[in-house]
């Protein structure tokens, strides 16, 4: 079975710093992989999904992400937050099951805090 | 715009008196889902619906159940709230087309139990 490993629950950055968010997944099959944004009370966004091809995915509001196969990583990055990355955001991971169709497994999800 | 809507936005009960929260797509995907997402959890799956085959999560509790009448609907009962049961449904939609697993949100329905 998969699983999905986000070490940091919380992460407070400045306001124009750099941020790093951190996924981990394991699988014994090839995977899909996503970032998905959560704004307080409100459903999930996608930010950014790696399906095949260039490891390094960009994705809405300057968000950029690799995929990491030898280190089973995908790491969320930005190089200058913004006070409205306030959010919490997912990795998942999609694997195809035995009933032929994706299971997707989240994350417990990172906090993200910028402050001004 | 092609979207994931859920009815209504914030329901509160009473402990025991049955819900239904609705959730409609204009997607024409073949997947529906239903999620609970708890204060600061990730979304656990309940069920889906791959057409109209339904296919319950093991450890999904027998007071959930959910309905789908047709490509466009799918509603989410629950029988007899617990205090528990308090959280954010979220409903979400996949083409099976695809098959990448891609996931479509609605905003949420946040239940309150009193």
């Known amino acids: 079975a998969q699983s999905v490993t986000q070490l940091d629950s919380q992460v407070p950055v400045f306001e124009e710093a750099p941020v790093e968010l951190r996924c981990n997944y394991s699988s014994s099959v090839s995977v899909y992989l996503f970032w998905y944004v959560q704004y307080p009370n409100q459903g999930l966004q996608l930010l950014l999904k790696y399906l095949s091809g260039s490891t390094l995915v960009k994705g809405i509001n300057g968000f950029e992400a690799e995929f990491n196969k030898s280190q089973t990583s995908f790491h969320l990055r930005k190089p200058s937050v913004h006070i409205s990355d306030t959010a919490e955001y997912f990795c998942?991971?999609?694997?195809?099951?035995?009933?032929?169709?994706?299971?997707?497994?989240f994350g417990t999800g990172t906090k993200l805090q910028v402050i001004p | 715009d092609a979207m994931v809507i859920q009815n209504p936005r914030y329901q509160v009960t009473q402990f025991g008196k049955p819900v239904t929260l609705s959730c409609s797509q204009t997607l024409n995907h073949n997947v529906m889902y239903w999620y609970q997402q708890k204060s600061s959890q990730a979304p656990k799956l309940l069920f889906h619906?791959?057409?109209?085959?339904?296919?319950n999560e093991a450890d999904t509790p027998d007071n959930f159940q959910s309905r789908r009448p047709n490509t466009s609907f799918c509603f989410l009962d629950i029988r007899s709230p617990g205090l528990g049961d308090a959280a954010m449904y979220l409903c979400?939609?996949?083409?099976?087309?695809?098959?990448?697993?891609?996931?479509?949100f609605g905003e949420g329905s946040r239940l309150t139990v009193l």
């Open positions: 998942a991971v999609s694997v195809r099951n035995s009933g032929g169709y994706q299971k997707v497994t």
């Open positions: 619906y791959y057409d109209k085959d339904f296919n």
């Open positions: 979400a939609t996949s083409r099976v087309a695809g098959r990448t697993g891609e996931l479509f």
